[in-house]
């Protein structure tokens, strides 16, 4: 079975410039998630989706970041205009619940890095 | 103070040590809870889920005391393969459901 499919995988950028991550959750899995990784930091939530509802956005930080999950598949996380301290990793997750319990499995994250 | 707090370590051990990872969690709604492994670079990993009766997988061990709102993992007999980054895990489902991850613990295990 495939896993989760995130790209591009590495992205530089120059500081006030926009970019956009995309990812495709594994097949079935309605819940999709977007994490921001700092290093020696674990994951932070910036947004979870239930199919195409947007049901937790609330440390999305909305003035420069948008995310979209059109049909309730793939997802794109934007950043417009990146800052300096936008530079992480964006991770993607996508769960599936199963016997009241909510397993989440992660991409492979797109590294950013603002200059 | 975090919702999810782990001591950073480094644990640096040697082959054949046994190792254990504490977890605390503050908020008393938390309802689930779960270990990933995080290698260098990579992305998390689901290591285990935390029973309240607690539950072994091999060679690892884990256990959730909701009294005192702590989680822990025991790995037994480490090996090599096991240096790698511990994240903790919690799921709360008042005041919204939210997926907490602990900072994470550092292992080395050495030769």
């Known amino acids: 079975e495939a896993g989760v499919v995130q790209s591009p995988r590495y992205k530089i950028i120059e500081k006030k410039q926009p970019v956009a991550f995309w990812c495709n959750p594994i097949?079935?899995?309605?819940?999709l998630y977007w994490y921001r990784q700092n290093l020696g930091q674990g994951p932070e939530l910036l947004i979870r989706?239930?199919?195409?509802?947007?049901?937790?956005d609330s440390q999305l930080p909305k003035d420069r970041f948008s995310a979209e999950r059109l049909k309730g598949v793939d997802s794109t996380l934007k950043i417009q205009p990146a800052e300096l301290g936008d530079s992480a990793v964006y991770l993607c997750?996508?769960?599936?619940?199963?016997?009241?319990?909510?397993?989440?499995?992660f991409g492979p994250g797109t590294r950013l890095l603002v200059l | 103070r975090k919702e999810v707090e782990q001591d950073p370590g480094p644990f640096n051990v040697p082959e054949g040590a046994t190792v254990a990872f504490n977890c605390t969690y503050s908020?008393?709604?938390?309802?689930?809870f779960f270990w990933y492994r995080q290698d260098c670079r990579k992305e998390p990993k689901l290591l285990m889920s935390?029973?309240?009766s607690g539950n072994e997988d091999g060679r690892f061990t884990a256990q959730l005391n909701r009294a005192s709102q702590y989680i822990s993992l025991l790995i037994r007999d480490s090996k090599l393969s096991d240096s790698a980054t511990y994240l903790c895990?919690?799921?709360?489902?008042?005041?919204?459901?939210?997926?907490?991850f602990g900072a994470g613990t550092r292992l080395f295990v050495k030769a």
């Open positions: 935390v029973y309240s």
């Open positions: 895990v919690v799921n709360r489902g008042t005041g919204g459901f939210k997926t907490i």
């Open positions: 097949s079935g899995h309605n819940t």
């Open positions: 908020n008393s709604a938390s309802q689930s």
């Open positions: 997750a996508s769960s599936l619940r199963l016997a009241g319990r909510e397993t989440q499995y």
């Open positions: 989706y239930e199919n195409e509802e947007a049901v937790d």
